[in-house]
């Protein structure tokens, strides 16, 4: 086994190429406040799990995502075949995502956990975005109510995110 | 996506984050996690490695009961390469980030294409 190292730390990376471009340093949100906490009524055999993911994830035929400050969302069914998904984003080496979507959108082993019962079912919809909006206070009030009422329209379980 | 996270479950349904940015996940604080000490654009595992990446989401969804504090991570055990080099590559490396404009970037020239001849996009939701 080689050197171990820390984790990257991402904050101070971000920190570092905004100043180099000659930018504000940007701000990470800083949520002192302990979160809100649900717990898992039911086991995880009979839960409905929802993918939500910020890969900048689309299907051919969607539009794609722009690089500004992106707030829109995509609807995607989970019986997509894997091979028309496709990705856009600013900010992440997408190269793996190209060759293989399940590496920022899991939709083939969940579907694959679905099958074997180990979980109950994969919801219908899956909800992808970019991430990568420089506002807090625009993903606040606007693109988390809207995914968060979307969820419990589709009446799911529980929600996996996957964020890159 | 940490924000999204904390409003869904304030709204009362769990949810569980996966990441590969430790620093931003604790800074963020989702109301429960899994980490996995990948380059970023891994977040679920590695390409063309269905194996593997049905361990790492069953090591993930385990953390659904053995987490019970708000905001607390589980350290999974997956490594990326034998050594981690890869790490000190990532923070040398430049920018690589595209231009940041408002007309959609497409994977590639075929999918705009589909995009246009479809004259709406019932799927896409712009807020």
Redesign the interface.
């Known amino acids: 086994m080689g050197t171990r190292r820390a984790p990257v730390d991402h904050i101070v990376r971000t920190r570092e190429l905004y100043s180099s471009l000659g930018h504000e340093p940007y701000r990470w949100v800083q949520n002192v406040d302990p979160p809100s906490w649900a717990r898992p009524a039911k086991p995880l055999a009979e839960c409905r799990i929802a993918l939500v993911a910020s890969g900048g994830v689309y299907r051919t035929g969607q539009v794609a995502f722009h690089h500004r400050d992106d707030l829109s969302l995509r609807i995607i069914d989970t019986r997509v075949p894997a091979a028309e998904l496709r990705t856009s984003h600013f900010a992440y080496d997408q190269t793996d995502a190209r060759i293989d979507p399940n590496v920022v959108f899991p939709v083939d082993t969940l579907r694959a956990l679905a099958r074997d019962g180990v979980i109950g079912e994969l919801s219908r919809r899956a909800y992808t975005f970019m991430g990568g909006i420089y506002s807090a206070r625009r993903v606040r009030e606007t693109l988390a109510p809207e995914v968060s009422r979307r969820l419990a329209e589709d009446q799911v379980d529980l929600a996996l995110l996957v964020p890159v | 996506?940490?924000?999204?996270?904390?409003?869904?479950?304030?709204?009362?349904?769990?949810?569980?984050?996966?990441?590969?940015?430790?620093?931003?996940t604790r800074?963020?604080?989702?109301?429960r996690a899994v980490?996995l000490?990948y380059?970023?654009?891994?977040?679920?595992?590695?390409?063309?490695d269905?194996s593997l990446?049905?361990d790492i989401?069953?090591a993930s969804?385990a953390a659904?009961?053995e987490l019970d504090t708000?905001?607390a991570v589980k350290m999974l055990p997956f490594r990326w390469?034998?050594?981690?080099?890869w790490?000190?590559e990532?923070?040398e490396s430049?920018?690589?980030?595209?231009?940041?404009?408002?007309?959609?970037?497409?994977?590639?020239e075929?999918?705009?294409r589909?995009?246009q001849d479809?004259s709406d996009?019932p799927?896409?939701?712009?807020?």
């Not at chain 2, 380059?39 to 063309?48: I, N, Q, R, V, Y």
């Open positions: 996506m940490g924000l999204i996270a904390r409003r869904i479950e304030a709204d009362g349904i769990p949810t569980l984050s996966m990441t590969s940015a430790f620093s931003i800074s963020v604080n989702p109301p980490f000490d380059p970023l654009g891994h977040t679920t595992g590695k390409a063309l269905a990446q049905r989401m069953m969804l659904l009961h708000p905001g390469s034998d050594d981690d080099d790490k000190r990532v923070m430049g920018d690589a980030r595209t231009g940041r404009s408002a007309e959609p970037v497409y994977q590639c075929a999918d705009r589909l995009a479809a996009c799927t896409c939701v712009f807020l």
